[in-house]
């Protein structure tokens, strides 16, 4: 059974950084592409970053310069490194990845960020 597991939310000052990791577990079929969406209080969902299995990535316009998604295929984990965090990026960052034709989520993490 496909596992997402994130870690690394937690409260830093605007203007510090944070790195989530995701690592995938139970993985038969080919990873598509991993992404991060997150969930601001009040607000829809929305993706913030994803990578594919071939290494583009996409970036919501208002990360755009200060996170970077990378991942380490082996691990089949992937990275949002977030820097210049602002306190409009507090939400709960939920990790997602495309595996064969299923889509899989992770159970969320916080991230507060302090004005």
């Known amino acids: 059974q496909v596992q997402l597991v994130e870690s690394g939310g937690g409260l830093v000052e605007a203007g510090g950084s944070l790195r989530l990791s995701c690592a995938a577990s139970?993985?038969?079929?080919?990873?598509?592409?991993m992404g991060w969406y997150r969930r601001a209080p009040g607000k829809q969902r929305e993706l913030v970053a994803l990578?594919?299995?071939?290494?583009?990535?996409n970036y919501a316009d208002s990360v755009k310069g200060r996170f970077t998604i990378s991942e380490d295929n082996a691990k089949n984990t992937v990275y949002l490194q977030m820097n210049s965090l602002k306190p409009e990026d507090t939400a709960v960052y939920y990790c997602?990845?495309?595996?064969?034709?299923?889509?899989?989520w992770g159970q969320g993490t916080q991230v507060t960020v302090s004005s």
């Open positions: 139970g993985i038969t079929l080919s990873i598509n592409f």
């Open positions: 990578i594919t299995s071939g290494g583009s990535t």
């Open positions: 997602n990845a495309h595996i064969g034709t299923t889509y899989y």
